[in-house]
Each structure stands twice: as C-alpha cells, then as structure tokens.
C-alpha cells in the first residue's frame, strides 16, 4: 500500500495497568467467551488452518487491505516466521466459534513485541472482546519481560487506533515496515 501514512504506535509494556479494563475483561469472559493461546489450544495444523480463515475473515473490513494471503503464503509469511509465537496467538472462542484473535509476535534478538493482528468477527464486535484479547496479551508480554509492544494501522482504521490509544498505546517515529 504505497503512499499510506502508517499510523504507528507503541506501549511501553511496564507502565502497563489493566486494572481500569478487568470489568472489560469480566464481561468478556463471564458471557461464555473463553480466551486462550494457540498454544494451550493446540498448535496443530488443524487449528493453524483454523486461525488462517478466521484471520482472513477479520481482516476484511481493514481499510485498505486488498486480497488475503493464500494458505502458502500466510504459512511462509506469519507460521514459519521465525517471530511467530503459538503462546502470544490469543484466540477468543464461542461455544464452537473461533470469534477473534490477537497475534503478538517477538524476536528474541530484540527486546519489543509486535501486534501483527486484532479482530472480531462480525457478529461479535462491539462486545469488549478485542480490549480483553489484548489485555492477555499484554500480559503474555510481560510474562516475556518485553519492554515495548509496537504496532502499526491504516488510518483509516479509526475502531482499532482508538482501541489501541485506550490501552495506552503513543505515538511512535520508528522506521516502518522494517520491525
């Protein structure tokens, strides 16, 4: 997408405080929605063709986006990449229903995470579901003692910007795309 003037921001992962978001979270998850990882669910084959056609399906409506990868391509770019961490995949689950996921990915050579994705699939949006994935994973972050998270979003992605700002998420000047 050339000529886009990325909207890049970063959250300094120590400064963090989910507790003004835990009734967020509670509400998320006392409705029956239950979050986990990639990891604790499974990193099958299976259930990574499962995260592919629920991450094409979410990324649809993001401005500017074009066609999805094909199943080779999202395998080469996003599974095989060496930053690709099953435990940092928070998949949001409904009944049966893979309704949402949060990708953080890291490289272990620097000290940041990456948000790669967030999204909801249609019929759940508006519940608080993205905030609670991404609180989990921000947690993981910590877990992992990252310093900062970074992300990137068109500008017009006004529902995700405005998310991410909610977290605490600034402004950032670093170099994009290179992470």
């Keep these: 997408m050339a000529g886009v003037e990325w909207i890049k921001l970063e959250l300094d992962v120590a400064s963090f405080e ?9 509400r998320v998850t006392t409705s029956g929605i239950v979050l986990t990882s990639l990891e604790d669910l499974g990193n099958t084959t299976d259930n990574r063709y499962r995260m592919y056609k629920l991450n094409a399906e979410c990324s649809a409506d993001i401005p500017g986006r074009g066609e999805f990868h094909s199943w080779d391509e999202y395998q080469r770019a996003r599974l095989e990449a060496v930053s690709f961490d099953p435990s940092g995949v928070i998949l949001a689950i409904d009944g049966d229903q893979w309704i949402g996921m949060s990708a953080l990915s890291h490289r272990e050579a620097v000290e940041y995470g990456f948000a790669e994705m967030t999204g909801t699939v249609r019929s759940h949006r508006k519940r608080g579901i993205a905030i609670a994935m991404k609180v989990s994973g921000i947690a993981y972050a ?13 500008p017009g992605n006004d529902a995700m910007i405005g998310l991410n700002r909610r977290l605490g998420f600034v402004d950032a000047t670093w170099d994009y795309p290179s992470r």
């Design 142 to 154: 910590k877990e992992l003692n990252l310093s900062t998270i970074r992300t990137v979003h068109h």
């Design 18 to 26: 989910s507790d003004g978001l835990q009734t967020d979270v509670e």
